[in-house]
């Protein structure tokens, strides 16, 4: 029997369609067919290939905790305590649905779970099975009765397999520096995720003051990550509410915005009084040539001597013209 799918199809041209699930995987009606992983109900929209890099071979999550392990002794933290703390700036309720983009092995699972308090929906994606499969293994049966659905794909955070504006707030921490396109990966969050909900977003990089340092320099020959800045200018032109914030010693930036795609609110079209005039869409649209400087200025102390503004002035000469021809 055919089910209806919460997950939709991810390929260009086909407009988030929703899918159809049967036993062998998720089905578009334009003939995409995205299958489970065997043995799993994880469905495959995107997977690296073996060995394509460290996320995506057989022993990837053990590298990842051991690489783990080094981050958080290095930074005296605890990943508890940021887990914890970075899930809580998310401001989760009961009963709400989160994506976790390039969630790895799953780590934040279980906080995000707590946060949830008993109820709600978590879709986990990852584009190297590998580390996702170790997710669904450890975390699956772990936080099973939480009250908390788990559900998890294999997916490229740059073509999100979900219709806009399904989540109530979006979660990243660790990957994006190496997403190959940082804007589109922001931009499906904002995407699926409904207006004024939360994304919170973290990965290395160094406050801006710490880059000229010793300690700085020597993160950086350690790890090439550090150098990144917080991409803030990556943000949907219609993100709200951006804040930036550092954690682990200042080494790891944290992007919050509230998920927008509508326009922000601004008057192009308020006049300006005062000696130059116009508005904000006429001093931009209505630029003209240049003119000889003198005639520029005679121009300017005309206006100002009849009391009128530069703008009103030469759209009033011009029309003047105009009308004569
Ligand atoms: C350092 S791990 C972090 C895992 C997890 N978020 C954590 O905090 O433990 C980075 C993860 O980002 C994933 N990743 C990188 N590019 C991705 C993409 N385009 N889409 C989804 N996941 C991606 C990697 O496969 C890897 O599992
Ligand atoms: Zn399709």
Avoid at 93 to 107: C, E, F, M, P, Y
Avoid at 293 to 303: G, I, M
Wanted: proline share 5%; charged share 20%; aromatic share 8%.
């Amino acid at each position: 029997m055919n089910l209806r799918s919460t997950y939709c199809c991810p390929e260009s041209g086909c407009d988030h369609a929703p899918l159809e699930q049967d036993a062998a995987g998720l089905n578009c009606p334009n003939g995409h067919q995205f299958p489970f992983e065997p043995g799993t109900d994880v469905p495959v929209f995107a997977s690296e290939p073996e060995g394509a890099n460290e996320y995506a071979q057989a022993n990837a999550a053990e590298v990842h905790d051991n690489a783990l392990r080094w981050v958080f002794a290095t930074f005296h933290a605890d990943e508890q305590g940021l887990r914890e703390r970075l899930v809580a700036r998310i401001g989760l309720k009961k009963g709400q649905r989160i994506l976790v983009t390039g969630a790895g092995a799953g780590n934040d699972l279980p906080y995000l779970v707590r946060a949830l308090d008993g109820a709600g929906d978590i879709y986990a994606q990852d584009i190297a099975k590998e580390m996702l499969l170790a997710g669904v293994a450890r975390y699956r049966t772990e936080l099973a009765g939480s009250g908390v659905s788990l559900h998890f794909s294999a997916s490229d955070a740059s073509h999100l397999p979900f219709a806009d504006g399904f989540f109530d707030a979006a979660y990243h921490f660790g990957g994006i520096n190496l997403f190959p396109d940082i804007p589109q990966g922001i931009a499906e969050m904002n995407r699926v995720v409904k207006q004024g909900g939360n994304v919170v977003i973290g990965d290395e990089g160094l406050a801006p003051w710490l880059v000229d340092t010793e300690l700085g320099r020597m993160l950086v020959t350690n790890n090439a990550l550090y150098a990144r800045s917080a991409p803030l200018s990556a943000l949907p032109a219609t993100a709200r509410a951006a804040k930036l914030s550092w954690e682990l010693s200042n080494c790891f930036y944290v992007i919050e915005f509230q998920a927008s795609t509508e326009e922000l609110s601004v008057d192009i079209d308020v006049p300006h009084v005062g000696t130059r005039g116009g508005t904000i869409r006429s001093r931009y649209f209505g630029r003209m040539e240049g003119v000889d400087p003198v005639l520029r200025d005679r121009v300017y102390q005309e206006a100002q001597k009849r009391g009128m503004s530069r703008v009103a002035f030469l759209e009033s000469a011009l029309r003047a013209s105009l009308a004569k021809d």
